[in-house]
């Protein structure tokens, strides 16, 4: 088997001489420190958006905003007077905790805004509410409201959302 071995390597022509240069094109350069800008996934910017962008229809204002500002902004405006449970700006969803008005501590609501768009538009935003209810045991009871409660809420936020941009332009 040796031997075998020792034929089939043999029957193997390599040329062992090494060629050893050197490159010689980098000699005398000199190199920039620093970070060399790069095209990255989140575009120009990054992720928390560049201060070159202008303020075009909302869109990539606010740092970074996942969604149109001007909704952004007139959506917690028009909901301030409620307590937030959560408020994601790159998601676009804001979730009130539940509220008592001091006229009738006996119901509640509670107040869900979903910003669908990067874009100023009309279908842009949409409102879900609830309400409760508080029964003779001291029991929260879930009441359907009115589409016209949400379609007014929504109807709010959009005509803030753009004398928010009326009022960026004029400037």
């Not at 229809?57 to 001007?70: E, F, H, K, P, R």
């Not at 790159?90 to 979730?95: M, P, S």
């Amino acid at each position: 088997m040796g031997c075998l071995l020792a034929f089939v390597l043999a029957g193997c022509e390599s040329d062992m001489s090494a060629n050893s240069t050197f490159p010689t094109s980098s000699r005398g350069q000199v190199y920039q420190t620093g970070n060399v800008p790069d095209d990255t996934i989140f575009g120009k910017g990054g992720i928390f958006g560049d201060d070159e962008k202008e303020l075009q229809d909302g869109i990539g204002s606010g740092g970074g905003l996942g969604v149109n500002a001007y909704l952004w902004r007139a959506s917690l405006d028009t909901i301030a007077f409620m307590p937030l449970s959560s408020a994601d700006p790159f998601g676009g969803v804001i979730i009130t905790d539940w509220y008592s008005s001091p006229d009738s501590p006996n119901e509640r609501f509670k107040v869900t805004v979903y910003i669908l768009d990067r874009r100023l538009r009309a279908d842009g935003v949409r409102v879900t509410a609830f309400k409760q209810n508080l029964d003779t045991s001291n029991q929260w009871i879930a009441i359907p409201l009115a589409p016209k409660v949400t379609a007014d809420l929504e109807n709010a936020i959009l005509a803030k959302a753009r004398d928010l941009r009326v009022a960026r332009e004029g400037e």
